[in-house]
């Protein structure tokens, strides 16, 4: 079956502090993957994405994941978190000749000062 | 240059109705997909539209259609409303198929369905 965890439904950081967000996939072929961020009222905002290559990449705002096969993850990243990141982060997976992606159910960031 | 623009923004209907959500690709995109977030989920696939036929389509009931027209703009169409219809629709425009996801998403329509 095709799917996408994120473990962690809710996560709170203090402004400086470092951030990682945890993804889990299973997909049955080759994985495209990527990361979006959604503030209230708002549409989905790409923040990276890893097709083939290395496998760590990096994004806009200071982001960055690690795609790990071995432990099917795609983890997101960021040293030094800032007020202005707290939003709702999905992790995606799509694959080669469809459109279609799958998210898993989002992880909320609260950044307090 | 205008990014997808959806409308309306909120709507209010009730169980057994129709409703037309409709949105406007960004300027270059000719490719339609269509997504439902429900409260505290992730979005979920829909269809998408391309050259004015449904290319691709998720596990979605028949209750749900949709439209392109010849200037890209795409319809989403729910009919027999229930409760559980009640989400947040995302529209994503693209350009082609298979153009490993070069997504621009709208800010989405909430449906409430009472």
């Known amino acids: 079956a095709q799917s996408v965890t994120q473990p962690d439904i809710h996560i709170t950081v203090s402004e400086g502090a470092s951030l990682e967000l945890r993804c889990n996939y299973s997909y049955g072929a080759t994985p495209y993957l990527f990361w979006y961020v959604q503030s209230p009222g708002q549409g989905l905002q790409l923040l990276l994405k890893y097709f083939s290559g290395d496998t760590l990449v990096q994004g806009i705002k200071g982001f960055e994941a690690e795609f790990k096969r071995s432990q099917s993850s795609f983890n997101l990243r960021k040293p030094s978190v800032h007020w202005s990141d707290a939003a709702e982060y999905f992790c995606a997976v799509g694959g080669q000749n469809t459109d279609k992606l799958i998210f898993g159910t989002g992880t909320r960031l609260q950044v307090f000062p | 240059d205008a990014g997808v623009t959806q409308s309306p923004t909120h709507l209010i209907k009730t169980r057994g109705q129709q409703v037309t959500l409709r949105c406007s690709p960004k300027?270059?995109?000719?490719?339609v997909s269509w997504y439902q977030q429900a409260l505290g989920q992730g979005p979920q696939f829909i269809f998408q539209y391309y050259e004015e036929e449904e290319r691709q389509r998720g596990n979605f009931p028949d209750r749900f259609s949709g439209h392109q027209f010849p200037n890209y703009s795409s319809e989403l169409n729910v009919n027999a409303l229930l409760l559980g219809d009640s989400a947040l629709y995302l529209c994503a425009s693209s350009l082609g198929l298979a153009a490993n996801y070069g997504y621009t998403f709208g800010s989405g329509t909430r449906l409430t369905v009472v």
């Open positions: 300027s270059g995109h000719d490719t």
